[in-house]
């Protein structure tokens, strides 16, 4: 099967993003894909201009691409946050009054998957305080997720890129969307499989797969090391997408991987163009 069972969406947060925002939507159709995905694109802002929101709206439309995932507001990322709903005070508050905007956002372009960052540890603060905020905060997500039929995506990324971020490993994340299910009954919250993240951390990825694929709501990929293109480093990734679909995995895939010095556009040699187009 390889990378041909799959369908594949492109992150337009990490790819593409030597183009202005609203040129990156036509750019990935240019290269052949029908579907993309965005970390929350207004970095200092939670709550943007309606003619904002609308500007990009219009610039995914007119591309012809469809928008399958979406991050809530997660403070300065790339950068040195992680998430804002489990910091107390300011970002918390920031991260509220981003749900509906986001949700509002998801609906009016018929996004159904979430992604809802947890948030560094704060020095000084109780663990036990952020993590009580982080399920008030994912609580209310996931209520809103739902509203709109979309699942809430909870990620684990890797330590050494993110020291100060608690879910650093495949069951952290998934003992907190077992938490959110508990806590709302709607059963929407889902695990955000991402493979170099898990890789970095040294996990068993094929184990990984096997216990966690059904509770699995979105995948994403980058080669490791150097967060490179599928064929850059040294993980399985085909076998690894099969392994996904036997156990049951049939969602979309993110490229969430850096191009490097060539431009994005030539950064999808190891996809033949007939498996970009999914919708
Ligand atoms: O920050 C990252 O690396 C992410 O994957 C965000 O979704």
Redesign the pocket.
Known sequence: MGFAAQRFNVNLSILFTELPLLERPAAAAAAGFGAVEL?WPWVGSPTPERSELDALKKAIEAAGVRLTGL?FYAGQ??GPD?GALSIPGEESERFRANIDVAAGFARSLGCTAL?A?YGNRVEGVDPAEQDALALENLTLAARAADEIGAVLLI?A?NKPESPRYPLVSAPAAVEVVDRVNEATGLGNARFLM?LY?LSMNGEDLPSVIERYASRTGHV?IADNPGRGAPGTGSLPLADLLDGLRKAGYDGWVGL?YRAGDRPSGSAFDWLPVEQRAAR
């Open positions: 970390w991050n990322l790339p992680r992604n960052l990620e990324l991402d993240h994403q969430e």
